[in-house]
Structures are given as C-alpha cells and as structure tokens.
C-alpha cells in the first residue's frame, strides 16, 4: 500500500484494527497539488488513516467498515469559511428573513406577512434586502410605514453595513432632521433633513441601540440553524468574524461557549474578537481576558477583528482617490477610516505583541494601504515575523503598488469571491462611482496569487451565500452562477469579470480548503487530505475538474464529515 504523505508506518498500523469508514469509486483532491489523484481513503477514530489505490484502501475494511461509494464524485477536505456570521445569520433566519426575495414587492410582501404572523412583536426585525433593488440602492420609511405604521422596523442590508427603518422606529430613538450624522455614519435624509429611512454604518447603532436584545435561547438556536446550514454547504470549520454584543444581538462570544461547552458546536471555529472602535488600547486586557475563558471544546476565541472602513455602494469604504458622482466627476468624498493611522498602528503593535492575530475588514485601497503600514510597523517592532497570521479581508480595491507587500509581510488574503462578477449591485452602484480605470483594479485575486500572497477564503455570510461551491465558481469564471442569489435579476449570463484575475479550480479549492485551515492555526490537523490529519472531510457529486468551468455551481454537496463522523447527508430524492 502506497500513501499519498509517504507515511512509513501506516501499513503496519492498518493490520491491527480495521478501518471505520472508506471511501472509493472516486478521485481525491488532497489540496497538496494541483490536481486530484485517483485514490480511496481509509478513516479511524476520527483520523484518516490512509490515501492509497482503492484495493489497498478496501484491503483495510471488514465487514463492519462502511464502505462509501464516491461514484464518480470528489472527496476533499472539508471547506474552512474564513470570514462568516453564522451566529447573527442564524437569527436573522429565525427573524423577518429578506434574503430569499428580490424586489421592493417581495420585500414589503414578506415583512407585512411577518408582521401579521408575529402580533407580540414589539420590534419587527431582521435583513437581507439588496441595495441594487430600489433607485439610488435606498429604500424608504414611507415604504415601511404603509404596512406597519405602529412597530418599529429595522431590516439590516445584506451586507450589514446599513438598516431600512421605519418612521415609528426613528420616532421611538429621537432621530430627526436635527439629529447630527455620527462621525462613523450617515443618515440619508429627504431634502428638508428629515432622515428618509436608512442608516448607514454607525448611525444604524442611533435606532439599533433601542431594539431589544434576543434572548439566549433565541440566540443559541440561531447559531445551530446556522450550523446545520454551513455543514449541508461542505463547512467543517469557519472564523467569525464578529464576536461580541451588537444591536438586538446578545454577546455571541456567550453562545458560541455555551454551545462548545455543552457539545452543540460540531464545528471547529475561531472567534474573531470584536475591537471597538470607540475605544483604545484600553480595551486590550478585556481582550486578553476573553482569550483566556474563550478556548472551550472546539470555540477559540483566539482573534481580534479590527474594523477600518465600509462599503463601496454607500461611499464609506477608505480610497485613495475620491468617488465620482452621478456625472463622472471627482467628489470631495474619500470614503472612512475608522481609526486614525496612527491609532491603528499603536492597536496592531500591541495586539501583534500579544501574540493575537489580527483579522482587518479592509475594503478600499487606502484602508488596504493602512492596514499593511500598521503590519509593517508590527514586524519592526517586533523585530521580524512572528507566526500571527494577521489577514486582511475582503479586498475590493487594493492599488498595484500593495499587491506585493501581502507576500512580503506574511499577511494572508482573504478573499469573498462571489463578489467578484458583474451584478446588480457592481454594475449598478460601484462602477459608475469608481470610473472604469479603478473599477479594472477590484478583487484581484490572480495578481496577489501571482505575487505570492497566501489566499484564504470565505463568504460574509450573511452578507451573501455562504455555498463554498458558489464562491469558487466565481473565483475560476469571474461570473456568477445563475443560481445564486446575486446573479443578475434576468438571469442572463454576463461578461467575465476582468478574468485576468480569475483563479484556476485548484488555487480556488485551495484557499477554501488549505488556505484557511493556515488562517485558522488549523492546518498541522485540518485543510488537507493526509494520513494523521482529522477526517474532516466532503463528498461532492461530480469531479468538477471532470466538467466545464461553466457548470462548477451546479456541484452540491452529498456527504459532510467531521471527525470521520456523518453530520450531513443530502436528502437522496433531491438528487
């Protein structure tokens, strides 16, 4: 018997117990080369045991091995979602859910139906609309007040970066035309001032901070919703990128230990601690003190999230170069940095010599920019690169001259592919207010590859889907499958998305496999298909690397494993 990791021993050790579950008939991608191989795998005690022929691996079964008929599919390691909110899209799940229509109809459709079927509800709550579904990508109070006048709504964007509120919740928070935008928010306004009905980035905390908090049971059913959700999509382990209290959501670093300690949470998962950006380095012994209690079963609170600017379609996201407007012409407008330059650098040298690593939301170029000089500053300090693992997500806008610094300072990518395509929502309000010349610079997943960057992957869910497949699809076609929730609204293929920026099918399965597993301190037992590694494993339907890139999204996951143990199984009549 041959093994794909050279492991000497294995041969041996096989003969003295039989394997608990094998899996042939198929082609493994192992995400340690380019290509699958044509190999079985053996699994015991939760560990893979061997990746050899498929005589070699039914060679150590017995008759109460489960034999795993991969027919024809893929097996791989079980996808790693580096960037996700399963805790908060649990609840909006369990809430005034939007994320499943897509016009202004749908919307107020589901919201009034919600309404009615919750008549206790002193809060109508919940999200997931779309910015591209209504002229200027904002929604207004009128809208909410038609179908109810006498709660207070508040419906975060898909992209959390914004809430749609009605009048009686901005009635209830005392927000009005004299109420002044916070330094780390807008409130759009009808032309007298009075607030038209959204809120973007921290003036959604104005009204949010009135809504009452989700009780903890609530909370933990969210999370398991959205457990259960993740592994049907092939996810064995995740980072959440969010972790602490936010508006209407009890402190999810609780939930997340609660279901470690009471062996609900079958993933692996790293919590990412929230940094707040109200404070300073102050706030730095609450985050050591979280990271000591926050390592339970498989939770480990062992990351700090630091937030630096927004979004592109709302203008908030950090550039270098000002936004256009309507007519193409520079405005006074560069977007926010959240934090100063310098508190920013003082925040990561600390954190970075504290051994944490550090997890940026950095979406334009100039906060791109801003995070690297504050790693750069962090490597000095320090005195060389440590083994941190600092990552910077998201990445829509990175100017060329920091394509390089991400190899050079150790400081992975991590990318959300599936926004990388032309949508509704790029071509609609992105492009227009970047110009065609910077537009050509978004999501440039190939330069940082060919730079020599790490890419690590994940979703944003529940900013979008959180189907690894989907998000791979994107990052080898730089188009979206037509069955995902952002293709465009008539479903008609579009251009590529800049390909030279495209991804092949293995570097994409990497990053979502490998890529993260490094991401998460995970990859001495996780990311790749090895002798000795947990069988943390996927069984897709289809080899994809067998079929046309086009049709990588319609793949669907058959079988989910953690631990060599069965969490999900496709219901075989959906087949």
């Known amino acids: ?11 041996d050790t096989a003969q003295q117990r039989p394997a608990d579950t094998v899996f042939v008939g198929g082609r493994v991608f192992t995400a340690t080369s380019a290509a699958p191989i ?5 699994v015991r005690d939760g560990r893979i045991l061997a990746v050899a022929d498929d005589a070699a691996v039914r060679a150590l079964a017995d008759a109460d091995t489960e034999v795993v008929d991969l027919a024809g599919g893929l097996l791989l390691p079980g996808f790693q979602d580096a960037h996700v909110h399963p805790a908060v899209a649990g609840l909006q799940m369990l809430r005034c859910d939007l994320s499943g229509q897509r016009s202004p109809e749908g919307y107020l459709s589901a919201v009034a139906a919600y309404a009615r079927a919750h008549p206790a509800a002193a809060w109508i709550s919940g999200g997931g609309w779309s910015m591209d579904v209504f002229p200027g990508g904002l929604p207004t109070r009128a809208m909410l007040d038609a179908i109810v006048p006498d709660r207070p709504v508040l419906l975060t964007v898909r992209d959390g970066h914004g809430a749609w509120v009605n009048s009686r919740a901005l009635e209830l928070a005392g927000v009005d035309r004299n109420t002044p935008d916070p330094a780390d928010g807008r409130i759009d306004r009808e032309p007298d001032g009075t607030p038209s009905g959204t809120l973007q980035e921290g003036a959604m905390d104005l009204v949010g901070d009135h809504m009452p908090v989700a009780t903890a049971e609530d909370a933990h059913a969210g999370l398991m919703v959205a457990q259960d959700h993740l592994l049907s999509l ?19 670093f609780d939930v997340y230990r609660r279901a470690a300690r009471e062996g609900d949470l079958k ?14 380095p102050e706030q730095i012994p609450d985050l050591e003190e ?5 390592r339970i079963g498989r939770f480990n609170a062992t990351t700090v999230k630091i937030m630096l600017d927004g979004i592109a379609e709302n203008f908030t996201a950090a550039m270098l170069d000002p936004y256009l407007d309507r007519c193409g012409c520079p405005t006074a407008n560069h977007g926010l940095s959240f934090l100063p330059p310098a508190a920013l650098t003082e925040a990561v040298c600390a954190l970075d010599g504290l051994g944490f690593q550090i997890h940026f939301h950095a979406l334009g170029d100039r906060a791109v920019r801003e995070a690297l000089d504050a790693l750069a500053a962090a490597r000095e300090a320090a005195g060389g690169a440590g083994d941190n693992r600092h990552h910077l997500a998201h990445l829509q806008l990175v100017h060329p001259d920091d394509i390089p610094r991400f190899a050079e300072l150790g400081a992975a990518a991590n990318i959300q592919a599936l926004w990388a395509a032309h949508e509704p929502q790029m071509d609609e ?12 610079l978004q999501y440039p997943f190939g330069d940082l590859q060919r730079a020599g960057a790490r890419l690590v992957a994940g979703s944003d869910w529940s900013v979008s889907s959180p189907n690894p497949l989907w998000g791979i699809h994107v990052a080898v076609n730089r188009a979206v499958p037509l069955g995902a929730p952002n293709a465009p609204r008539d479903r008609a293929p579009r251009a590529p998305f800049y390909p030279r920026q495209a991804l092949t099918l293995a570097q994409a399965l990497t990053a979502y496999t490998a890529g993260s597993a490094w991401a998460n301190h995970m990859d001495d037992v996780t990311g790749t298909v090895e002798p000795g590694k947990y069988a943390d494993l996927v069984v897709l339907d289809r080899d994809p690397f067998e079929h046309p890139a086009e049709e990588i999204g319609d793949t669907r996951v058959l079988r989910t494993y953690i631990d060599g143990r069965l969490v999900y199984a496709a219901d075989p009549t959906h087949a």
């Open 234 to 252: 092939g996810v064995t382990s995740w980072q959440d990128a969010m972790i602490g209290a936010f508006p209407g959501n009890p402190d999810n």
């Open 38 to 42: 044509e190999a079985g795998v053996a």
């Open 267 to 280: 993933a692996r998962v790293v919590g990412a601690l929230w940094w707040d950006r109200d404070r300073g």
């Open 429 to 440: 309000l992105t492009i227009p207010f970047l110009g065609d010349e910077r537009a050509a």
């Open 290 to 294: 979280r990271r000591r209690t926050g």
């Open 1 to 11: 018997m041959t093994s794909t990791a050279g492991n000497a021993g294995t041969a």
